[in-house]
């Protein structure tokens, strides 16, 4: 079976930078649609919610507007990883971020919590001068 395992986060100033990674096991990422999602302390009756998302072709998908412009991802299929660059962190970027994996024919990304089978542990950002 699939597990996940996010890696990377950690307290930054504002401005900085963060590199987060989502290492796999039990199977090969590249047959995966996988999704970044974080959840912000406060919003909690929110749930979490949808960051980006890479498709199994490479399609990427970007969800989070304030996060525009901000964001790179990646896969490395000889680590069996998918990496989140993370640049120009804002306060309002804290928050628990989470990787998550579904795997269907088509393999086209989406930002519905309940279509990912598959979730990491979760790595704390915390953007904080």
Known sequence: QLQLVES???LVQPGGSLRLS???SGATLKDYVIGW???VPGKEREG???VVCMSRSGDVKYYE???NGRLTISR???KNTVSLQMDGLLPGDTA???CAARRQFYGVCTSVRSEYAYWGQGTQVTVSS
């Open 8 to 10: 990377g986060g950690g």
């Open 22 to 24: 989502c290492g796999a």
């Open 37 to 39: 999602f974080r959840q």
């Open 48 to 50: 979490r919610e949808g």
């Open 65 to 67: 507007e304030s996060m």
């Open 76 to 78: 490395d299929n000889g």
């Open 96 to 98: 628990v971020y989470y």
